[in-house]
């Protein structure tokens, strides 16, 4: 296999922004594209979404080529490990029990968690509320980790799903109760659609950083300080040029997501 070449010649910070030397090679970026309106495949097959779009403006800042190899979301931190990409982006949280296993980025955003269920269910986003329902929740998300751990112990079931997409099939015909999810990709991806009619989110947004992670980042593997750098340097760039912000504009209008 190509080892990954990012060799970063210079990088001057000036009072404006970074100036980026000439830098040779191809980054791979692994995710998961069935989370619209982060990452997902438009009706011609290529690859759309605002991480998409965050991916491109950080390798256009570092001037290296992007690439884009697709995983299950809860296998991209072990095709990491077996190097079949060089970083996740895929609105990847950083958690505490993450950062045991793999190394992160610079943080690039955040956004809140909320409950989704029908809205004249009366449900809100607690336990005692939730007691004998079902949750669906995507596979190896924080979300799954929140519900398991703050909710299933008192008598919530939680139904974990290979893709979200599955778990709003499963919503709209009434298998499971309510799911917990990324508040704009619950938003883009089921509210907005004629499947969603009839639901909402319902309760309080959930902020809990031991589980739900700090914000969003590029997943790294261990060690690797060379990459790590010069994708810091390009997150630098494009928060400071306006990049980022220009992006979360065109995505999420109502400040759904918030640059860290």
């Not at 970074?18 to 191809?26: E, I, N, S, W």
């Not at 884009?68 to 072990?78: A, K, Q, T």
Request: aromatic residues 10%; hydrophobic residues 40%.
């Amino acid at each position: 296999m190509k080892l990954i070449h990012l060799v970063v010649t210079a990088i001057t910070l000036t009072a404006a922004n970074y100036a980026f030397a000439d830098t040779a090679g191809t980054i791979r970026f692994g995710l998961e594209a069935q989370y619209p309106p982060f990452e997902y495949k438009g009706t011609d097959g290529t690859l759309k979404g605002f991480d998409i779009d965050v991916g491109n403006a950080v390798c256009a800042a570092a001037r290296i080529k992007c690439k884009w190899v697709e995983n299950s979301f809860d296998g991209l931190i072990p095709a990491l490990e077996a190097r079949k990409f060089d970083a996740i982006n895929s609105s990847m949280h950083v958690t505490n029990e993450r950062l045991q296993v793999i190394d992160f980025s610079d943080l690039i955003y955040s956004n809140a968690d909320r409950l989704i269920a029908r809205s004249d269910s009366g449900l809100q986003s607690s336990v005692e509320s939730l007691q004998g329902k079902r949750v669906g929740v995507l596979q190896g998300s924080t979300q799954e980790m929140y519900a398991k751990t703050r909710w299933a112990p008192y008598g919530v079931t939680v139904v974990s799903y290979q893709d979200q997409n599955q778990v709003y099939n499963d919503l709209a015909t009434t298998r499971i109760d309510a799911t917990l999810v990324s508040a704009p990709a619950g938003q883009d991806g089921f509210l907005s659609k004629p499947d969603g009619h009839g639901f909402a989110f319902v309760g309080k947004p959930l902020i809990d950083p031991k589980i739900l992670g700090f914000g969003v980042a590029f997943g790294l593997r261990k060690g690797d300080t060379q990459l790590k750098s010069s994708l810091n340097a390009a997150i630098a760039k494009i928060k400071g040029d306006g990049t980022l912000r220009a992006l979360i504009q065109k995505y999420f209008p109502n400040d759904e997501v918030l640059i860290k």
